[in-house]
RNA sequence: GAUUUCGUAGCUCAGCUGGUAGAGCAGUACACUUUUAAUGUACGGGCCCUGGGUUCGAAUCCCAGCGAAAUCACCA
């Protein structure tokens, strides 16, 4: 236990708090409180009143009184004497209440409003009420108190956020740092982050629900791997102790969910967290969320219709139409996407027909585009880091860019009419790759060359091939039907769906340095 | 990993070419029975990120460290 050094705020909060104690009134009470409204709903079922000002008054004040128990942190206090505003904030949102001290204190004992409410509570306290709505002289809509509890004090001065009418803020609290690593204090006081967790719930859901309605199963796969298969990327380590063994942290989760395929399944998909021990940068983080998805009897075509009509479902769910604004243009989800292959999209780029050469010239190609290129890359890794170089970025709408040279794409199938290409797509918004997919490869004979080339790669100082799972080659072997798998970084279309241009932005709790040396 | 910028009150920020710390909000006290960035008066609150150095004197200049952000590199 450290000692903690308390400056002048927090020492009158633990002294308001003594005193909560000494009037018999415990801060952080253990019975449940009977909340039965939230202040959205109670703004959004009088907000059409509200324009016939004085027929809602009239009813709320004399004929139909509407009764309400909220619960929530005292947000901000306008005392004036005997009476004062303050603002409860729930789960919902904002509402005004009123308290007026002869109310909440019908006796002699004014304690209760001049001690309790005036002195012993602070802004960022938990607090019960009883009371009716009603609404007051400028028309917004209040919950006039008439029982007040206290639900569980509050030993920290929150930030203290302002806002004007026109709704400019002051005193944000910004600082990034501080937002990251108090991730509780930003969700208090910052309305927008909320927003954009929410939407980032509601997507997955969305997505799952679009799942289940083709009736695909989810399912859950080891985070724990011996082998950290289906992708290139360093692993996390572990070990386990009773086994004596090394374990990976998953980097992938693809070749569980084809074992699925091979065991019968027609459609599995999983939210899988994956961990990658490398860079974190604005779109990076270790641990990061994928949602990958398997079909049987698909194809790759079949699966760029399927996101796509994903997609804009997700966009309208969210948004209530498919045109999503980021950043200073608008992302329009509408389906269908354009469909450019790689090498369309090179020619489109650097004007040059790739489609015909060799790795030498490739990398003449490369180096006349100003490309860096070495001597360890083959044809596929040329090709990618010329389109990653010269097209990647211009791909501002959703477009999916397929044909993908087999070289990069080990557990993809070969396209059925080019050998050197794979069927595999990826979708790309804002110039970001959002999604992968392929026809998936489920010739056992040509996994197993392809893991070997990997393995060629890897000698030649390719630090990302891929290592061999033999389990997984055991599964193909057994037969898995034609199956087309798709990958999605949820974090990424997060960030497109929500407007955000960090990972950060969208994870509750992105990394951090640890506190404190 | 490289470069740049930043780190001052609970929060948001001033603090010039070095002279010993400021504002708004929040807090405390008083007033105020329909306010809403409530208002009025008064008051308190600082290891100026850490450690060295230069100097009579450092929040300020220099070096190192720690933390963060941006750009780049890396990461299919």
């Known amino acids: 236990m450290s000692q903690q050094i308390l400056n002048e705020q927090e020492v009158i909060r633990r002294e308001s708090l003594t005193k909560l104690r000494e009037l018999g009134i415990e801060p952080y009470p253990a019975a449940l409180f009977p909340v039965d409204a939230l202040a959205k709903d109670i703004k959004q079922t009088y907000a059409d009143g509200l324009q016939q000002r004085d027929i809602l008054i009239n009813e709320l004040l004399e004929g139909k009184r509407v009764n309400v128990v909220l619960a929530g942190r005292l947000m901000s206090r306008r005392i004036m004497g005997k009476a004062s505003f303050a603002e409860l904030q729930d789960s919902s949102g904002r509402i005004q209440i009123y308290l007026n001290r002869d109310e909440i204190c019908l006796g002699e004992d004014k304690e209760l409003y001049n001690t309790v409410f005036k002195k012993l509570l602070d802004i960022g306290d938990f607090i019960g009420i009883k009371g009716y709505v009603f609404v007051t002289q400028v028309g917004e809509i209040s919950v006039h108190v008439e029982e007040m509890t206290v639900l569980a004090k509050s030993l920290r001065p929150l930030p203290v956020v302002k806002k004007d009418e026109d709704g400019n803020v002051y005193d944000a609290f910004a600082d990034t740092e501080l937002r990251y690593r108090m991730r509780y204090v930003d969700l208090v006081v910052n309305e927008q982050v909320r927003e954009t967790f929410l939407k980032r719930t509601k997507l997955m859901n969305t997505m799952r629900q679009f799942f289940n309605d083709h009736g695909y199963l989810e399912v859950e796969t080891p985070v724990l791997q011996s082998i950290p298969g289906g992708a290139a990327a360093r692993p996390f380590i572990t070990h386990h102790n009773a086994l004596d063994i090394p374990l990976y942290l998953r980097i992938a989760n693809e070749l569980y969910l084809k074992r699925l395929i091979v065991g019968g399944f027609d459609g599995v998909y999983e939210f899988s967290k994956n961990f990658r021990n490398e860079g974190m940068d604005r779109t990076h983080n270790p641990e990061f969320t994928v949602m990958e998805i398997y079909v049987a009897y698909?194809?790759?075509?079949?699966?760029?219709?399927?996101?796509?009509?994903?997609?804009?479902?997700?966009?309208?769910?969210?948004?209530?139409?498919?045109?999503?604004?980021?950043?200073?243009?608008?992302?329009?989800?509408?389906?269908?996407?354009?469909?450019?292959?790689?090498?369309?999209?090179?020619?489109?780029?650097?004007?040059?027909?790739?489609?015909?050469?060799?790795?030498?010239?490739?990398?003449?190609?490369?180096?006349?585009?100003?490309?860096?290129?070495?001597?360890?890359?083959?044809?596929?890794?040329?090709?990618?880091?010329?389109?990653?170089?010269?097209?990647?970025?211009?791909?501002?709408?959703?477009?999916?860019?397929?044909?993908?040279?087999?070289?990069?794409?080990?557990?993809?199938?070969?396209?059925?009419?080019?050998?050197?290409?794979?069927?595999?797509?990826?979708?790309?918004?804002?110039?970001?790759?959002?999604?992968?997919?392929?026809?998936?490869?489920?010739?056992?004979?040509?996994?197993?060359?392809?893991?070997?080339?990997?393995?060629?790669?890897?000698?030649?100082?390719?630090?990302?091939?891929?290592?061999?799972?033999?389990?997984?080659?055991?599964?193909?072997?057994?037969?898995?039907?034609?199956?087309?798998?798709?990958?999605?970084?949820?974090?990424?279309?997060?960030?497109?769906m929500t407007n955000q241009n960090t990972i950060q932005e969208v994870l509750f709790f992105p990394q951090m340095r640890p506190e404190k040396a």
Not at 303 to 327: D, R, S, W, Y
Not at 355 to 362: F, N, R, V, Y
Not at 413 to 420: F, G, I, L
């Open 298 to 496: 698909k194809d790759y075509n079949w699966m760029m219709a399927f996101t796509e009509q994903m997609l804009e479902k997700i966009a309208t769910e969210l948004h209530g139409t498919t045109q999503v604004p980021f950043g200073d243009t608008t992302l329009n989800y509408a389906a269908p996407y354009p469909r450019v292959t790689m090498y369309e999209a090179i020619e489109r780029f650097t004007g040059v027909d790739i489609s015909s050469m060799d790795e030498a010239q490739l990398r003449v190609t490369c180096r006349q585009q100003g490309v860096e290129v070495d001597e360890t890359m083959g044809r596929g890794k040329l090709i990618d880091e010329l389109f990653g170089a010269k097209c990647e970025g211009n791909f501002i709408q959703p477009t999916f860019i397929t044909d993908f040279p087999v070289e990069m794409s080990p557990l993809c199938k070969k396209h059925r009419t080019n050998p050197q290409l794979a069927e595999r797509f990826e979708l790309m918004v804002n110039g970001k790759e959002v999604a992968n997919a392929y026809s998936e490869l489920n010739d056992p004979i040509d996994q197993r060359e392809r893991f070997l080339e990997q393995m060629r790669l890897a000698d030649r100082g390719d630090d990302e091939a891929m290592t061999i799972d033999h389990d997984f080659l055991r599964a193909l072997e057994y037969g898995m039907p034609p199956t087309s798998g798709l990958g999605i970084g949820i974090d990424r279309l997060t960030m497109f």
